[in-house]
């Protein structure tokens, strides 16, 4: 998506969104138009740029073995 398409998106999210906060009946079609193109920037914002990213296990440190670990003062 282009950074032309991602301003009108949020320009017509933002117009539902004051569709539905002045008309009660039209509220939940104007909340589900509005939400739609703001979760898909959103999603689109989390794609990597390379096929993988590091998670949360890659990140932590091995466990310490305690039963071999040494002792640092004498």
Do not use: G
Request: aromatic fraction near 4%; hydrophobic fraction near 40%.
């Amino acid at each position: 998506m282009s950074e032309i398409d991602a301003d009108f998106d949020c320009a017509a999210a933002a117009y539902w969104l004051s569709v539905a906060s002045k008309s009660t009946p039209e509220k939940n079609a104007a909340l589900a138009r509005a939400a739609s193109p703001l979760r898909d920037e959103r999603a689109e914002a989390r794609i990597p740029d390379s096929a993988r990213q590091p998670t949360l296990n890659d990140l932590d440190a091995p466990p310490l073995d305690v039963a071999h670990r040494r002792r640092l003062t004498p």
